[in-house]
């Protein structure tokens, strides 16, 4: 079965940079879609990032400017840089591959297990 699995995580201050990365059991580049999500404790998951396969990248609001997301085929993995860290960035981050877009990539083909992220002030 294919696996996703994130890493990275951790803790770290406000202001702080993390890079998480998301390695895969099978080719990358066989999804026309790859994106990260996150979610606090009692809370709904929401999206983050975005990448497609002509290597097109779109953002939540909450982070753009702060936040990028990229891939290597190669190496089967997806990673998310941070950087500027807040404590709303405070979750945990999942990957994810093949997210229609007319269902808001939301609803995804495969998920990862998360990694927790936590931003202390």
């Known amino acids: 079965q294919v696996q996703l699995v994130e890493s990275g995580g951790g803790s770290v201050q406000a202001g702080g940079s993390l890079r998480l990365s998301c390695g895969v059991s099978?080719?990358?580049?066989?999804?026309?879609?790859m994106g990260w999500f996150r979610q606090a404790p009692g809370t709904e998951r929401d999206w983050v990032a975005g990448?497609?396969?002509?290597?097109?990248?779109s953002y939540a609001d909450s982070v753009k400017g702060r936040f990028t997301i990229s891939k290597d085929n190669a190496k089967n993995t997806l990673y998310l840089q941070m950087i500027s860290l807040k404590p709303e960035d405070t979750g945990v981050y999942y990957c994810?591959?093949?997210?229609?877009?007319?269902?808001?990539?939301?609803?995804?083909?495969?998920w990862g297990q998360g990694t927790q992220v936590t931003v202390s002030s």
């Open positions: 994810a591959a093949d997210c229609p877009r007319a269902l808001g990539r939301n609803q995804c083909r495969l």
């Open positions: 099978e080719a990358t580049d066989s999804y026309y879609y």
């Open positions: 990448i497609e396969t002509d290597g097109s990248t």
